[in-house]
């Protein structure tokens, strides 16, 4: 076996590339020699970046180039009681993040949650979405195309769903815009996120298409699904998984515990959160949601560029007799238990923590799970910051914690 300083040697002299590295040895010595070369050309020190928990070859999906790890603090918040159709019980909520006072912010709302009787969490609508588009000769056209795409539903659900043997295609929702036809696939992929499964499916049954209609496939992806991207169509439609949690705070709690009013809370709320991001033109009614959703995503694993979309939720808080009712809605909390980053080791582990990890019974529960625990995060890291700033205690409290 050739070792690293031999290859980071042939790396330098342009002998072999990055990425051919694999070819020559095992993941782990690739990933020294590269990090070798890196240090010598950079004159970085990579000591910290070369230790590292999980398997290189085992991350072999996960990353190209590879040159060690990036690790990030992780903290856990709760415990907290969930309702839920999937998460049902007490449940810890593993965070990795750099933001000080996330971790502080989230516990005491857990914390307020629990002491109150826990939270109700359910998963209302599941689907991964991919929405390719083709080009036809005008509007005629593609009535044809949409209509004999309605007549032979069953035919492309066949093709589509001979490529995958859990994903399920559940609808196909067409849009024209001129010479344009917009594909909307909508596929249940039980506990997987399933982006992967979705796009492999859609190819399918658009070969189909193309070979059946006159419709010609532009892209795969014509970003009507949409993915990554700040989306209006993912707010109203969904995309992933739909998902609300809500909890009526006690109102000694709040005046104790959060320090201010359920009123006060209500107000700010809705001057803040509902008509300041009505104002701003927000895709996200929240005060703070993409804090612990992306926190929840480093830890368990999940794709954190679909923060984006994950951050599409409302806070709604109202004041009660008997205290102040929250709850907050996400539309499209794209997750997963299996696939992709959750089999990471450190990943692994915080799923485990949860007890959701790998795939549920019936299928599709660990996932539901996921994101109705997330969902009670998020709702907790909004009753703390609104609690916050209706105090007027949030800098104050960035600045005890020396953040």
């Not at 009123?263 to 033109?281: D, H, P, Q, V, Y």
């Not at 995503?297 to 709604?316: C, K, M, P, S, W």
Request: hydrophobic fraction near 40%; charge should be negative.
């Amino acid at each position: 076996m050739t070792d690293a300083e031999t290859l980071a040697d042939r790396l330098a002299s342009g002998e072999l590339r990055l990425y051919e590295l694999d070819d020559h040895t095992d993941a782990e010595t690739a990933a020294a020699a590269r990090r070798l070369y890196v240090e010598r050309e950079t004159g970085a020190d990579l000591a910290t970046v070369g230790e590292y928990a999980f398997d290189a070859g085992e991350a072999d999906s996960n990353i190209e180039n590879m040159i060690g790890g990036a690790q990030i603090p992780m903290g856990v918040a709760g415990p907290v009681e969930i309702d839920g159709s999937g998460a049902d019980g007490e449940f810890f909520l593993p965070l990795a993040t750099t933001e000080g006072a996330l971790l502080a912010s989230v516990n005491r709302g857990l914390s307020a949650i629990q002491d109150s009787g826990g939270a109700t969490a359910r998963v209302t609508d599941s689907g991964m979405t991919r929405a390719p588009v083709f080009q036809v000769a005008g509007v005629a056209e593609a009535e044809a195309v949409i209509e004999w795409v309605d007549d032979n539903t069953d035919r492309l659900r066949e093709a589509a769903e001979s490529t995958t043997s859990h994903g399920e295609l559940l609808e196909i929702d067409p849009y024209v815009v001129g010479d344009n036809v917009f594909l909307r696939f909508i596929y249940d992929t039980k506990d997987a996120m399933g982006m992967n499964m979705a796009t492999i499916a859609t190819r399918e049954a658009s070969e189909v298409i193309e070979a059946e209609t006159p419709a010609r496939l532009v892209a795969l992806s014509g970003n009507l699904c949409s993915d990554k991207k700040p989306a209006a169509i993912n707010a109203i439609e969904g995309r992933g998984r739909s998902v609300t949690a809500d909890a009526v705070i006690d109102r000694g709690l709040v005046e104790e515990r959060l320090n201010t009013t359920p009123e006060a809370m209500a107000e700010g709320n809705t001057r803040k959160n509902l008509i300041g991001s009505a104002k701003a033109a927000s895709l996200g009614f929240n005060a703070h949601a993409a804090n612990t959703v992306a926190a929840a995503f480093l830890a368990t694993g999940q794709d954190a560029a679909q923060v984006v979309e994950g951050a599409n939720a409302i806070t709604t808080m109202e004041a009660r007799e008997d205290g102040l009712y929250a709850s907050i809605s996400f539309a499209s909390l794209e997750v997963g238990t299996v696939g992709g980053g959750t089999s990471l080791d450190t990943q692994s582990e915080a799923l485990d923590v949860l007890g959701l990890g790998g795939g549920g019974d019936p299928a599709g529960a660990n996932a539901d799970g996921l994101a109705e625990v997330i969902a009670t995060g998020a709702l907790a890291g909004e009753l703390s910051l609104v609690a916050a700033f209706c105090s007027r205690h949030l800098s104050s409290a960035h600045e005890e914690l020396g953040r």
